[in-house]
């Protein structure tokens, strides 16, 4: 029983001191290459993004010390349902227009 438990307080001990000796470096290499996404701003133009066109975009003056906010409306040429896009410091959110009666809302081309 004792030869077991002493095997077992072996392995045990081996087993802890091959995963602190693995150690890291501190330095994540992979992330040195990725371009810093809060700095980079998504562009909302109808060429920009895949399968919507754009129909207008509206900068939104909040005042000094706000974030820059602005809202583009898209459409789908193939459904013609109506898209409003709110870029607002970093974060984007797209949301599908609805009409007063909760229906969706479509683009007329003139």
């Known amino acids: 029983m004792t030869k077991r438990r002493n ?47 754009c129909i207008e975009t509206i900068k939104i003056d909040m005042g000094e010390g706000y974030k820059e906010m602005s809202q583009t409306i898209l459409y789908d040429p193939e459904t013609h349902v109506m898209f409003s896009a709110f870029y607002w410091g970093g974060d984007l959110c797209v949301n599908e227009m609805h009409n007063s009666d909760g229906t969706l809302r479509l683009y007329e081309s003139n």
């Open 7 to 53: 095997l077992l307080v072996v392995i045990i001990t081996l087993m802890f001191m091959c995963m602190s000796l693995t150690g890291c470096t501190g330095v994540d290499h992979e992330s040195a290459y990725i371009e810093d996404e809060a700095e980079k701003k998504p562009e909302i133009k109808g060429e920009k993004v895949k399968g919507l066109v």
